[in-house]
């Protein structure tokens, strides 16, 4: 058995306002993943969080921290994976605030970073995945660029094949369209309640994911077989393993990765 690892650590410089919204964005991670808190708590904790935290967080679907849930991809685990240190703000007004971890939350510190730290973009980070023992396939990386136009994902695998002529660069043949026939999803079960899923596309692994296991009449059930796809089809295009769908088949696909 060999143990897998998603690190980063970095440092961005942003104004004391930004900086004080990711500090609250934290606590809001902790409040939605509180399973003691009550309806009634929840809600005056969010009302506790202030009037900036609301206007870029605002209440969705009968849900005060709805807005605050679409960073994060399983809604179900609204962690960020990583400690996140924010210094006091120097004489000019701006903090050094750090991201670290061993497991860490790639997509949603990104996604936190483009709502919540407008002060400190365009800006990067780059990641590791790396395994304790020397398996072949388990170790890349990559990076992040984040600007006012968007988060853009690249990986090793991409990078790799735009070198070998086998991905696609401004001068290359187009990757092929993402394919579901490609996709493969593995369940690992280590109790009745405790599951994992492997996916893969086209025989790359892309990640094992923890699964969310409900009991329904007399059987435990994870996730169904639509979400792991919409994971695998985002995944296959931020690490440039495809090309994207058509939009309709795009929006069909990717809907599912807002019910888990």
Not at 88 to 101: I, L, N, T, Y
Not at 146 to 170: E, K, N, W
Not at 248 to 258: P, R, Y
Request: net charge negative; aromatic share 10%.
């Amino acid at each position: 058995m060999a143990n897998n690892y998603l690190t980063s650590s970095f440092i961005l410089e942003m104004a004391a306002d930004d900086a004080e919204m990711v500090r609250l964005a934290q606590r809001a991670s902790e409040i939605v993943e509180d399973p003691c808190i009550s309806d009634t708590g929840r809600d005056l904790a969010y009302a506790d969080l202030g009037p900036r935290f609301a206007a870029l967080f605002p209440p969705k679907d009968d849900d005060d921290f709805g807005s605050f849930l679409d960073l994060f991809d399983d809604p179900d685990f609204p962690t960020f994976d990583c400690s996140i240190v924010i210094s006091e703000p120097d004489a000019e007004g701006q903090c050094q605030v750090s991201f670290s971890g061993n497991q860490f939350g790639v997509d949603q510190v990104a996604n936190l970073i483009f709502a919540a730290c407008k002060s400190a973009l365009p800006c990067a980070f780059s990641w590791a995945h790396t395994c304790d023992a020397l398996r072949p396939d388990e170790f890349g990386g990559g990076c992040v660029i984040i600007s006012d136009a968007g988060i853009d994902f690249h990986s090793t695998t991409g990078i790799i094949g735009r070198v070998l002529g086998t991905g696609a660069g401004p001068s290359e043949t187009p990757k092929p369209v993402f394919d579901p026939a490609l996709v493969s999803i593995e369940q690992k079960r280590f109790s009745h309640t405790q599951w994992e899923i492997l996916v893969c596309y086209n025989g790359q692994r892309i990640e094992q994911y923890g699964d969310k296991i409900e009991l329904a009449g007399k059987e435990y059930r994870g996730y169904p077989r639509e979400v792991w796809m919409a994971v695998a089809y985002r995944e296959a295009i931020a690490r440039d393993m495809a090309s994207r769908l058509p939009v309709v088949e795009e929006a069909a696909i990717t809907a599912h990765l807002n019910t888990h």
